[in-house]
């Protein structure tokens, strides 16, 4: 089966400097040890807030809320959501006004990442908990569309089929076919699956999931397919060359025991690669682990994506991380 890539949207670009992307040499000792060969996909520096695989996810929905006839998107996400805050920026670029749904309630300051997305012109409302794991269904978009008529609704993180196929572009960028292996972090599974279909037959697909109990590729299906069934998306031929790495959630979305911030810390020292404390320090991290574990054959070229989102370590107070 041969499933077309999204042709790029037209009129969607980024104002501003868009760096071209090359992939960087991972300069680690422990590589050359080994006989392995690892390139950073370095998707952080695409734009300083629209970072890494948010803007391939979300420039297809963009493309669509353009031709609707209200110019508003809504979307979601928590206090320190990467998507939001690229959500709210691109749609300031485009001349779309945006509204923000928010995890939880209103705290009494609002978290760097929000404040942002206010100073963008993202109309923010705050729903509880409860009602926001119900986000999704018929009743509470019906809710949201009789408040916000002809608003376009781009799901939580960019997932779904937009976003799926916008993510196939990330490997579009660079002469990725000569890689053996790609590796991503895994948050809904939308990049990985439109890295799985845009990679070549020679290729391993490997996502390292940042949310606990995401063990086999199956469990990515409903939150980046919002269906169990990946029919029609991928080929059993693709979905054999994939696998999620388990075991590198340390301890759950957005948990960031003292390990991780060490290991990041270091990381960033023997490397001089920064990464966050949600994706990608787990992502390196599992590479890391991974390489020592002699997972990879001798040879083996790997190409990692950074998938940005350098934006939520300012959660953290400064002076925890070194960059
Ligand atoms: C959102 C995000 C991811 C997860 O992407 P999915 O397509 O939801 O799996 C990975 N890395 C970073 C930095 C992100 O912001």
């Given at each position: 089966m041969?499933?077309?890539f999204?042709?790029?949207?037209q009129g969607?670009s980024?104002?501003?400097p868009l760096?071209p992307l090359?992939?960087?040499?991972l300069?680690?000792?422990g590589?050359?040890?080994?006989?392995?060969?690892?390139d950073?996909?370095?998707?952080?520096?695409?734009?300083?807030?629209?970072?890494?695989n948010?803007?391939?996810?979300?420039?297809?929905?963009?493309q669509?809320?353009?031709?609707?006839p209200?110019?508003?998107v809504?979307t979601f996400?928590?206090a320190?959501?990467?998507?939001l805050?690229?959500?709210?920026c691109?749609?300031?670029?485009?001349g779309?006004?945006?509204?923000?749904?928010?995890?939880g309630e209103r705290?009494p300051?609002?978290?760097?990442?929000?404040?942002a997305a206010?100073?963008y012109?993202?109309?923010l409302?705050f729903?509880?908990?409860g009602?926001y794991?119900?986000k999704?269904?018929?009743d509470?978009?019906r809710q949201?569309?009789?408040r916000?008529?002809?608003?376009?609704?781009?799901?939580?993180g960019g997932a779904?089929?937009?976003?799926?196929k916008?993510?196939?572009n990330?490997?579009?960028t660079t002469d990725s076919?000569q890689?053996?292996?790609i590796?991503?972090?895994?948050?809904?599974?939308?990049?990985?699956?439109?890295?799985i279909?845009?990679?070549?037959?020679?290729?391993?697909?490997?996502?390292?999931?940042v949310?606990k109990?995401?063990?086999e590729?199956?469990?990515?299906?409903?939150?980046?397919?919002?269906t169990?069934?990946?029919?029609?998306?991928?080929?059993?031929?693709?979905?054999?060359?994939?696998?999620?790495?388990?075991?590198?959630?340390?301890?759950?979305y957005a948990?960031?025991?003292?390990e991780?911030?060490?290991?990041?810390?270091r990381?960033?020292?023997e490397?001089g690669?920064?990464?966050?404390?949600?994706?990608?320090?787990?992502?390196f991290?599992?590479l890391?682990d991974?390489?020592r574990?002699?997972?990879?054959?001798t040879?083996?070229?790997?190409?990692?994506i950074?998938?940005?989102?350098l934006?939520?370590?300012?959660s953290l107070?400064?002076g925890i991380?070194?960059f």
């Amino acid at each position: 089966m041969n499933i077309p890539f999204l042709p790029e949207p037209q009129g969607l670009s980024l104002p501003g400097p868009l760096q071209p992307l090359f992939p960087e040499p991972l300069e680690w000792s422990g590589l050359a040890e080994k006989n392995v060969s690892a390139d950073v996909l370095r998707l952080d520096r695409l734009h300083p807030v629209i970072s890494g695989n948010k803007w391939f996810k979300l420039k297809g929905y963009l493309q669509e809320a353009l031709q609707s006839p209200g110019h508003t998107v809504i979307t979601f996400g928590g206090a320190w959501s990467n998507h939001l805050i690229a959500a709210a920026c691109a749609a300031r670029q485009h001349g779309l006004s945006a509204v923000g749904i928010v995890r939880g309630e209103r705290p009494p300051v609002l978290s760097a990442t929000l404040t942002a997305a206010a100073d963008y012109g993202m109309q923010l409302e705050f729903i509880p908990r409860g009602e926001y794991a119900k986000k999704e269904t018929p009743d509470f978009l019906r809710q949201l569309t009789d408040r916000f008529p002809d608003a376009y609704i781009i799901p939580e993180g960019g997932a779904g089929l937009i976003g799926i196929k916008g993510s196939e572009n990330i490997l579009r960028t660079t002469d990725s076919g000569q890689y053996t292996h790609i590796l991503c972090a895994v948050g809904t599974g939308t990049t990985l699956l439109g890295l799985i279909r845009a990679s070549q037959p020679h290729q391993s697909i490997i996502g390292v999931p940042v949310l606990k109990g995401m063990n086999e590729i199956s469990a990515i299906y409903p939150t980046a397919l919002s269906t169990p069934d990946p029919a029609g998306w991928l080929t059993p031929e693709q979905i054999n060359r994939a696998r999620l790495l388990p075991g590198y959630h340390f301890g759950g979305y957005a948990r960031h025991p003292p390990e991780l911030l060490d290991f990041i810390n270091r990381w960033y020292r023997e490397t001089g690669v920064p990464s966050d404390i949600v994706y990608t320090g787990k992502l390196f991290f599992a590479l890391w682990d991974s390489i020592r574990q002699d997972l990879f054959p001798t040879h083996s070229r790997l190409l990692v994506i950074h998938s940005g989102g350098l934006q939520g370590n300012l959660s953290l107070a400064p002076g925890i991380l070194d960059f």
